[in-house]
């Protein structure tokens, strides 16, 4: 039986309907809002496990080219591996709704949302978020949702929820909100420049239509939902939980507070080891193992929380606004056109910026319609930056940190009339041990100054945690600069990044419900006072951009009358492939009239940008031009000054003296300068040799 319910947003409705299609899954969804359409399903497992205490679930959003009425380009016809795009969508629904799951529910979990159809006008990712939360719900699987999301935008001073393509690309913020009808779990975005109050602006607008959202998804579990399957929880519990836990604090205690990651580490497996031996008959068993496991998880969780509520200590030794030692370095590597290295405790970033051409830009097919970026930042997570073995992978996590720091640095980036390179930062993590995106941030921005580029403001990022009491928020730390295990262990991961007047990009993921916005107010404000020491010791490193390299192309860009655009490119491009096989270069011609030469030399550059100034240019009397002898005739030479332009050398201005023969004085194919004397009344170009010489003699 088909079930449905609506919700008017805006100018449009939202449909909400399940029963019609996908009903072998244990949910589907078809969501709707204009023209934009996801269906999302989800599936369970039929294999239970019991006693699992992480929850496997993926999510895999897919976008298909049909659903904007296109065919795929490329050889391949066929939608091929996911996207960035799709695997950031898949990320944004992920990371709200992966708490609310059992892990005890014991089976994989797949959702996949779909779009089928997209009208260019209302994001699908929103809609995806929305259908995907719905479609767990109404299944069989046990879920403490519903979840929802929503767009907020700030536009000329004002607030847009689930805005429109156009006005996302107006806007000076843009935030993707989700949560539940109790508060929101996950935040992230970029700005230009956006002040902290903005910022909290932008969530109070989003809660309400996060709750109504979920509201509404439960009306159509009412209607539509299914009974639960049960939760396979373990029915034992770990023997000599008290003894053991009572002999392990006091040595946990001392092990998890060892400065340094790795000794720390060390520390606690030794401790974990020692208490293992004693009871290792007992823990031969596979699920006492895991309990044991577990019950040290949690004195390591208690030890670090009470410290810091408390004492206010870390377990690094420093307060909760201390951050790390920061060292910076530039020009690091000898042949790459930027290069720096920046290191805040045990995270250490090595950043390369490439500058290349507008043929090395990055093309995007995507349902939205061709695109290109000149700027690209790629992150790389080595498993050697954490002491591991394992294979080179670009996984998800590599892609949706890459676009964190990405998003932070773009708005600082110069637009392509002032800075017409395409360009690459590469960020390798050399070591890990908390926040290696915003590490990316800094030693990103470093490299792209010594590379030369000359960005609007310097940007840097910090990450920040929150440690609380419980439900009601009585105590509680805000940390500046987390660890790994202050991000593990806590309750809030907060990643803040931009420049000393505002942020840039923003990401959250909260574990708890109904952070107050006091809190955040307090967060952020904390994190303004940590970005702005990070900055500090950035500027005392490098504070404008470097001279670009010799090792980088010389790029060059002119305007030209659109009407000469012909001029220059010539009959089946004649002219601009003549002048680009002349200087070694390559000439590109937009539809504006902006000429971009590009050349492995500032030489080859600057000589073929004269010869385009002198093609887009009409011939100007007293202008001496280096032109080419194309015909030798009795009474003259016709020399070509400009691509497609000649003019008449007669006999009598090749020398003083009496000429004989044209053919004494010059050959076909010479180049020889020659002054423009006039042009006639029938636009003739009368021209003289010995002039042109007479006149580079005195220059001389």
Known sequence: MVQRVTRKIGNDELILETGKIGKQANGCVYAQIGGTVVIATVCASSEVKVGMDFVPVTVDYNE??????????????????????????????????????????????????????ADGVNPPDIL????????????????????????????????????????????????????????????????????????????????????????????????????????????????????????????????????????????????????????????????????????????????????????????????TEDIRPITCEINVLPRPHGSALFTRGETQSLAITTLGTAMD?????DIEGDRSENFILHYNFPPYSVGEVGKLTTGRREIGHGNLARRSLAPMIPNRDEFPYTIRVVSEIMESNGSSSQASTCGGCLSLLAAGVPMKKMVAGIAMGLITDGPKYNKYAILSDILGEEDHLGDMDFKVAGTRDGITGFQMDIKIAGVSMDIMRKALDQAKRGRNHILDIMEKCISKPQPISPYAPKIDSLKIPVDKIGALIGPGGKNVKALCAQYGVTINTDDDGTVTIYGKTGKATDAAKIAVKAIC?????????????????????????????????HISKLSRKRVEKVSDVLKEGQVIPVKLLEVDKMG??????????????KRN
């Open 361 to 365: 830009e990055q093309v995007y097919d």
């Open 617 to 649: 240019e009409d011939p100007e009397p007293g202008t001496i031009y280096n032109g080419t002898v194309k015909r030798i005739m009795d009474f003259g030479a016709f020399v070509e000054i400009l691509p497609g332009k000649e003019g008449l050398c």
């Open 684 to 697: 003739r170009l009368n021209l003289s040799y010995i002039d042109a010489l007479e006149e580079q003699e």
């Open 64 to 117: 298909k080219f049909y659903a904007a009425g296109k065919i795929p380009g490329g050889f391949v016809k066929r939608e091929g591996r996911p996207k960035d795009k799709e695997i950031l969508v898949s990320r944004l629904i992920d990371r709200p709704m992966r708490p609310l799951f059992e892990p005890t529910f014991g089976r994989e979990i797949q959702i996949v949302p779909t779009c089928v159809s």
């Open 128 to 319: 995806a978020v929305i259908a995907s939360s719905a479609a767990v719900s109404i299944s069989d699987i046990p879920f403490n949702g519903p979840v929802a999301g929503v767009r907020v935008c700030y536009i000329n001073g004002e607030y847009v929820l689930n805005p429109t393509y156009d006005q996302i690309a107006k806007a000076e913020l843009e935030i993707v909100v989700a949560g539940t009808k109790d508060g929101f779990t996950m935040v992230e975005g970029g700005a230009h420049e956006a002040t902290e109050d903005v910022m909290l602006g932008a969530l109070a607008k989003a809660q309400d239509f996060i709750r109504e959202m979920c509201l509404l998804q439960e009306e159509l579990q009412k209607v539509a939902g299914k009974e639960k399957l049960p939760l396979a929880p373990l029915d034992v519990k770990l023997a000599n939980a008290e003894a053991i836990e009572a002999e392990a604090t006091p040595l946990m205690q001392e092990a998890c507070f060892q400065k340094g990651k790795q000794t720390r580490g060390k520390a606690i497996k030794a401790v974990k080891e020692q208490i293992a031996a004693k009871y290792a008959e007992q823990l031969s068993d596979d699920v006492q193992l895991q309990l044991f496991n577990a019950l040290f998880d949690d004195i390591q969780y208690r030890l670090l929380r009470k410290s810091i509520l408390d004492k206010g200590l870390r377990i690094d030794g420093r307060g």
